[in-house]
């Protein structure tokens, strides 16, 4: 228990708190015409940004200096059974004050007999005087009980829930200029998005790309955001409540963005208040890229690191070739293709600079490791499909063969090409406008009849049961490994 403070004890508190300040004031006070003095040595701007300079360094040196001096000084008079004012300080405290306002006396002295310039000087006693005002608030701060340690019965046991954080990369709040400009500087201010030397993107990006890529982007979003919001969201939501269904009780699940809203912090806090001290992270990317995952990886292990109580992190593995990944990928095609008779099969992924491949980024090798594996399940000749990528930006060489310029080319000697989108979760922009409408247009304007589009997974039954099987699996191995050690 915290010992009783007397009324004695908090009338000499609020003196020493008083005391400090009304001297922080004088010296802040003093320092004026130490200003004015200055200005006419070293000039207005010289002069104010020493002053302020001296001020800020003082009020960090009040907070965290002066602050732990005036706190054990609190801490002397609290434990006083009858204190008297001139107990407000130690003996020791009472001789630092005299020397420093001798020596205060000494630097004015000899800056009026010009042996140094005013501004120095105004800075020093500026700095010294938002230092004591800035510590004088621990006298006054109301210091709360302790917390209580010791008791008779065990923590009741609180339910044990597996979290489980899905991620997507991410969507503008708004189909609107400002909200664009938002999400791609921080889409594309992300070091392992684009590989550039700092200095040099900050200025491209903010004085040549957002200007003007923005405003379009913004009029491509206006095509496809609903009542609901952005398309990306809405099946984001949409799969994360079907996982957690699929998953049962025994789990939490939230829905995070890597850029944008909801926030990987605000997705952490929503599964510590579930009571989970083991996370699950679930990026919605099934090809591997650093791009994609691996800056997923790296936020959201930046971000529980920064926490008092960060979770114990486990990441789902990509899921390029994962039997029930690629059965769900089947159904969808099956689904769009049925009725129709389709002359060649297009598989569409996220384009990537080559420089990212030749790095070592396998993000190629996935994409070609899933092509395959879809062709193979939907009963394909290697002559009857083709894999192709989409949505490149800048002028650097980028996976080939390019969706627009294949599938365009495609229209001249096939009537009806399916077009297949395995990298893409949910369906967002670059598969609902990019492909579904801007493709579909050019296809038919390039001679061809119909472009049938595959929906994205997003919650698809197949897609939903794979991803909650590794989940599961994950935490089986995590719960076998705790038993053996």
Known sequence: MAAHVTPAARRVKAIAGTVWILVGAMLLARSVPMFVSAIAQWGAFGSTLA???????????????????????????????????????????????????????????????????????????????????????AYFARTPPPLPTRSNEPPAAAERRRGVLVVNLGTPDAPTKPAVRRYLREFLGDPRVVEAPRWLWFFVLRCIVLPFRAGRSAHAYQRIFSRQGSPLLVNSRAFTQALADELGPGFAVALAMRYGNPGIAAGLDELRRAGCEEVTVVPLFPQWSNTTTGTVQLEVARVAAQRRDPPALQFLGPLYVDPGYVAALCARVRDAAAGRAVDFHVFSFHGLPEAYVRGGDPYLRHCTATSFALASALGLQRSQWEMVFQSRFGDEPWLQPYADEFVNALAKTHRRVLIALPAFAADCLETIEEIGMTMVESFKQAGGQELVVVPALNSHPLWVAAVAARVRELAGAATDEVART
């Not at 001139?86 to 001789?95: M, P």
């Not at 020397?99 to 042996?115: D, K, P, Q, S, T």
Request: proline share 5%; no cysteine.
């Open 51 to 137: 002053l302020l300079v001296g001020a800020w360094l003082g009020a960090l040196k009040g907070k965290y200096v002066l602050s732990r001096a005036a706190r054990r000084n609190r801490r002397r008079i609290e434990k006083m059974a009858a204190p008297r004012p001139w107990h407000v300080f130690s003996r020791i405290t009472w001789l630092l004050i005299a020397g420093m306002i001798g020596l205060g006396l000494l630097i004015r002295a000899g800056a009026a007999a010009e042996l140094y310039p005013w501004g120095p000087v105004a800075a020093l006693y500026a700095g010294i005087g938002a230092a004591m005002g800035r510590s004088a608030l």
